[in-house]
């Protein structure tokens, strides 16, 4: 607010000298308004200044005819600033829903979502150093979880959205290769089946568990892709996609070119995400899931469909 005053003080300043200038030259004074464009652009940066400031009843429309863009972008900042001071605080950033995994989908239910908190965090980050929850730390109340909450996703068409979602970045200390866009309900369900299942499945090999290879998390999308079919689990951020395992020697087990080729630690993992997900897809579901597994936390009555 300091640096603005400062700089409107100093546009202002120069503003009068320039304005002052033709009034010497001239013996005119009403001529002016009609000067070169370079007044009329000074004319309009004082804008700021006499909006906040002083009741100045010059720059006339005409004048400011000649340079409408700039008036705008002046009135704006003019605007912004009182707007921006009383805010003590800001919420912190929402990198999450700026560029959600089912971004590059079409829908229009993740529209509003994109683009509401653009402008928020731009104003964060002016804040930043005091706004301690802008760093990534744990989330649903589960040290185990690492990630952000994100803004909610509204609810459009065919029961999509996500109102409490989070953006999880890791679970039980491994990392997902990209942020998984869930519910705590799932987050936690990921957590269990990497840290009861997956880890003690793979052991050893390669050094151990070193990442997810996460390929879905929230898109709003009906099943399986096929239009008109009942929306996908990941269109309310209950599922996960995971392609492959990431050792910690940089070599993965793959889905889709280990599943009968490492088939004994394949069908472990596969087994094991049974119980802490509701739903559990791998290649010999169908075709669709012959190259990642398919986890979601949908409750059946029967119990657990793991295929
Ligand atoms: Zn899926």
Request: aromatic share 4%.
């Amino acid at each position: 607010m300091q640096r603005l005053a400062l700089a409107l003080a100093l546009i202002a300043a120069s503003g009068a000298v320039a304005w002052a200038e033709p009034l010497r030259s001239s013996p005119h004074p009403s001529r002016r308004p009609v000067a070169g464009a370079p007044v009329a652009v000074r004319a309009a940066s004082l804008l700021p200044f006499a909006a906040l400031a002083a009741p100045v009843p010059r720059p006339t429309g005409l004048t400011l005819a000649p340079a409408p863009a700039p008036a705008a972008t002046a009135f704006a900042l003019a605007s912004a600033a009182p707007d921006r001071a009383p805010r003590p605080n800001p919420r912190p950033p929402q990198p999450a829903a700026a560029v959600p995994p089912a971004a590059s989908t079409s829908t229009s239910a993740l529209a509003p979502a994109v683009a509401a908190p653009a402008p928020r965090g731009g104003l964060a980050a002016l804040f930043a150093p005091r706004t301690p929850r802008a760093v990534a730390g744990s989330v649903c109340g589960d040290s185990a979880i690492t990630g952000s909450e994100i803004v909610a996703i509204p609810a459009a068409a065919n029961g999509c959205g996500l109102s409490d979602g989070v953006r999880v970045t890791a679970v039980a200390g491994i990392t997902l290769s990209e942020p998984a866009t869930i519910d705590c309900n799932t987050a936690k369900a990921l957590k269990t089946w990497v840290e009861e299942g997956v880890i003690p499945a793979i052991g050893r090999r390669g050094g151990g568990l070193a990442a997810l290879t996460v390929v879905a998390s929230y898109t709003c999308r009906p099943r399986n892709n096929v239009p008109g079919a009942k929306v996908s689990e990941h269109g309310a951020g209950h599922a996960v996609d995971v392609a492959a395992f990431v050792l910690a020697d940089g070599s993965t087990l793959a889905v889709a070119r280990d599943w009968r080729r490492e088939s004994k630690i394949m069908r472990a993992i596969h087994a094991s995400a049974c119980g802490p997900f509701g739903t559990v897809l791998g290649p010999k579901a169908d075709s669709n899931h012959r190259d990642h597994f398919h986890v979601d936390t949908a409750s059946y009555r029967s119990g657990p469909y793991c295929k």
